[in-house]
């Protein structure tokens, strides 16, 4: 019963890493219909900026902001020189931001070496809470799920209650008619871009300070976070909440219950979801 | 008519130069050919759903690994020989084509997005069910293809042979993508619903190109574990998946050649690069991006521009 209940906290704070990183990947995806797999290599580049100046400076929120930060610039560059050529053509993005990835994995594991480093968290995050019953549990995951609800409401209110998310929307539904009626959507694509960089380049400091960060960690979140667009629906906010929380508990209770077979666990449901609502639960026809 | 007798011209020097490498190759060159041989043939599994069928299949490697994966088991754990291990690898990989093939359902960038996940489900299970497939040490000591009594051991030996499969297959590729189902594959890529309003079935036709993918994955990755002698996760890995289509695109979509000139590229760069340059893994991500932006018909497609005296330059989409 303990571990139960244990596994489902466990769930939940990793559902809450990945919507950070989902959440950035769905958004891009449903306003600029751009697929971009380097979205994970934005994630591995801000836990390890964010590392450095943690490391730096002694203060873990400074790593967290500035590890978001920092990808923004990047994620712009790529977005405006590379990926926009490509157009529509999701081959070609794929492609090209694996390809992208390939490069940023490669110059990270050049600077940050192979090891698997951990982001340093302050001492007051370091301890355990105890919860009524008698279960123990490691406060920094606590304070990961309550931060990442708290982003998780601010952009939904973002999204749903202000203008700007008006826009956004309005262009998620129909692009050109947005620009018709003389909304610079351009400066919204560089907007969302951002946000969805920041998400990516905080989560990477947030995740690597329990799941650590090293070569190939890029890749292993990325396919969580496919995962749960694909469970949620590519483009939909709320599908990525939901879609984070499948994916956080199915992956715990597989771990714990099959650990041979947890792949199975998490990518079966999502084989049989694909047959029946092949766009995902918040998914739309289109 | 010159088009045609140019092209078979080609294809006969590509052949001779091919008998005649053991000849004159040494054996860290013919390792390399080999590699580009199999390679190639995984590539030309991809170009056969990304060039005619226009699906972008990013779980190849699945097909390839869960082949080479039976065969090693049968033989190595079990103790079958040859005859029953390779066939039977063949069958594994083709089927996991027939269940995976449900993806064709889908269109895009969700076929795109699924294939990945699918491709993940193999390579956690060779990773993690370790019992069974050996973890990350895989399985080792394959012993060399015997059957009857003959055992193709020397590494030339192999080669003729894996040779010999691939001009088969190219044959057979032919015969298939000039068919009347691979024209309507080319519809489906150029316009799905009009080849339905014609009254194709053309998920079906989709449906009948991902196990025929399936199968030609599986050929490479049988062909693969008894070049290789060991298997590991790696085999199975998406960086695999996504290689093996850049191989098509940088030697040219759509066509025979093009994967076996994309993955001869593609290798032969790597092996190059990676002996003076560390950042290895960095060029290959900036050859991905060159091709994406400057070369999209790939190789083929540059050289059939640039090629005096034969008409006009077709596009190739």
């Known amino acids: 019963m303990h571990s139960g209940i244990l596994q489902a906290i466990n769930g939940v ?169 003389g909304i610079n959507i351009d400066r919204l694509f560089v907007l969302v871009s951002a946000l969805a960089s920041f998400l990516a380049g905080m989560a990477g400091v947030v995740g690597g300070a329990f799941l650590t960060l090293y070569p190939g960690a890029e890749w292993e979140i990325l396919v969580y976070a496919l995962v749960v667009v694909i469970f949620g629906g590519l483009g939909s906010l709320e599908g990525a909440m939901i879609g984070a929380l499948i994916v956080g508990l199915l992956d715990a209770y597989g771990r714990w219950l099959l ?8 990518f079966g449901p999502m084989a049989v979801l694909l047959l029946f609502r092949p766009r995902g639960i918040f998914g739309r026809e289109g | 008519m010159k088009v045609r007798s140019y092209g078979v011209v080609m294809a006969l020097i590509a052949i001779a130069a091919a008998l005649a490498a053991p000849l004159v190759a040494d054996p860290f060159w013919m390792t390399l050919i080999t590699q580009i041989y199999i390679y190639g043939l995984l590539a030309l599994s991809v170009d056969l759903l990304l060039g005619h069928a226009g699906l972008y299949s990013l779980c190849q490697a699945s097909f390839f690994a869960v082949a080479a994966y039976t065969t090693a088991i049968l033989q190595v754990r079990y103790g079958y020989p040859t005859i029953v291990a390779a066939p039977a690898g063949l069958i594994a990989g083709t089927l996991l084509a027939v269940l995976y093939g449900s993806a064709v359902r889908t269109r895009g960038v969700y076929f795109i997005l699924i294939t990945i996940a699918l491709g993940y489900i193999i390579w956690g299970a060779v990773y993690r069910w370790a019992s069974f497939t050996g973890g990350d040490n895989g399985i080792t000591n394959v012993p060399p293809p015997s059957v009857a009594g003959f055992s193709i051991a020397s590494q030339t030996a192999y080669y003729y042979f894996v040779l010999t499969v691939v001009i088969l297959c190219a044959f057979g590729y032919r015969i298939l993508i000039r068919s009347p189902f691979g024209l309507s594959l080319r519809g489906i890529k150029g316009s799905e619903s009009r080849m339905q309003s014609l009254g194709y079935r ?103 521009r640039w090629r005096p005296g034969i008409g006009k330059p077709k596009d190739q989409p």
Do not use: C
């Not at chain 1, 650990?259 to 998490?266: A, C, K, N, Q, T």
């Not at chain 2, 009948?208 to 062909?223: D, E, N, P, R, T």
């Not at chain 2, 590991?232 to 996504?242: L, T």
């Not at chain 2, 994309?262 to 050859?287: D, I, K």
């Open chain 1, 13 to 181: 704070s990793f559902a809450a890493l990945l919507f950070l990183l989902a959440s950035g990947f769905t958004l891009s995806f449903g306003l600029m219909r751009v697929v971009n797999m380097a979205h994970g290599a934005y994630y591995l580049f801000g836990g390890y900026i964010g590392l450095s100046i943690t490391r730096y400076t002694g203060s873990f929120a400074l790593g967290v902001l500035g590890g978001g930060l920092a990808v923004i610039p990047l994620g712009y560059l790529i977005d405006r020189f590379l990926i926009r050529r490509t157009g529509e053509n999701h081959l070609a993005q794929v492609l090209l931001t694996v390809g992208i990835a390939f490069v940023l994995g490669d110059v990270a594991l050049k600077i940050w070496g192979g090891d698997s480093l951990k982001v340093p968290t302050p001492i007051e995050l370091r301890g355990a809470i105890e919860l009524p019953g008698g279960i123990i549990y490691p406060a920094y995951r606590f304070v990961l799920i309550v931060f990442s609800v708290f982003v998780g409401l601010s952009l939904w209110l973002l999204y749903r209650k202000t203008q700007i998310g008006a826009v956004v929307r309005a262009g998620v539904d129909d692009r050109e008619i947005v620009s018709a009626i």
């Open chain 2, 202 to 304: 053309t998920t079906m036709h989709l449906y009948a190109a991902f196990v025929i993918s399936g199968l030609i994955a599986s050929l490479a990755g049988v062909l693969y574990v008894y070049y290789n002698r060991f298997i590991n996760p790696v085999a199975a890995s998406f960086q695999i998946s996504v290689e093996v289509s850049l191989m098509a695109i940088v030697g040219g979509s759509g066509t025979i050649v093009g994967p076996f000139i994309g993955a001869g590229v593609f290798l032969g760069l790597r092996n190059w690069v990676s002996s003076f340059f560390e950042l290895h893994t960095a060029v290959m991500g900036a050859v991905f991006i060159a091709t994406v932006l400057w070369a999209p018909s790939g190789i083929v497609g540059l050289v059939e």
């Open chain 1, 259 to 266: 650990p041979e077979f947890s792949y199975f666990v998490l």
